[in-house]
């Protein structure tokens, strides 16, 4: 609504993990600002699910792992490579999607909170990920810009 107030007309939520679900709170905000006589066109878009689109389009593979696996950890691996732990990483649970309900928590995938192998990760994987990442955002951006209001 401050956003809206200071003349903002189109809002993006940029979502960073499949688990968040934003939509619903945007729908809220929306219509709030309308009942308000504000309007803007809020879009609540998610790289989460879009990682696993980009890993199945760039690399034909659709990774098992969630938080800390390979493909989480491939894309930390380029930019931050200092951080991570290599001689701590050990294999999680496979997450698979089909087996777990709509609502769900980590911990219910493995309970230390991780799902894959993060042994597996590379920065060479993470930089092209990383590369397709950003392809989806400048077309989303790109496609929020080209929307009228």
Request: proline share 7%.
């Amino acid at each position: 609504e401050s956003l809206a107030r200071h003349h903002f007309r189109k809002l993006v939520v940029a979502m960073g993990c499949g688990g968040h679900h934003c939509l619903p709170a945007a729908m809220e905000a929306r219509a709030a600002l309308r009942r308000t006589g504000l309007d803007a066109k809020i879009w609540a878009i998610g790289p989460g699910t879009s990682y696993y689109e980009i890993a199945k389009q760039v690399f034909d593979w659709e990774p098992a792992d969630i938080h800390g696996g390979e493909f989480p950890t491939s894309l930390f691996l380029p930019k931050r490579p200092d951080e991570v732990r290599r001689h701590q990483l050990t294999a999680g649970q496979p997450f698979d999607a089909s087996t777990v309900p709509d609502a769900w928590f980590t911990d219910e995938v493995d309970p230390r909170g991780f799902a894959g192998d993060p042994r597996k990760a590379s920065a060479e994987l993470g930089k092209r990920l990383l590369e397709g990442v950003t392809e989806f955002w400048l077309g989303e951006l790109r496609r929020v810009d080209k929307t009228p209001m």
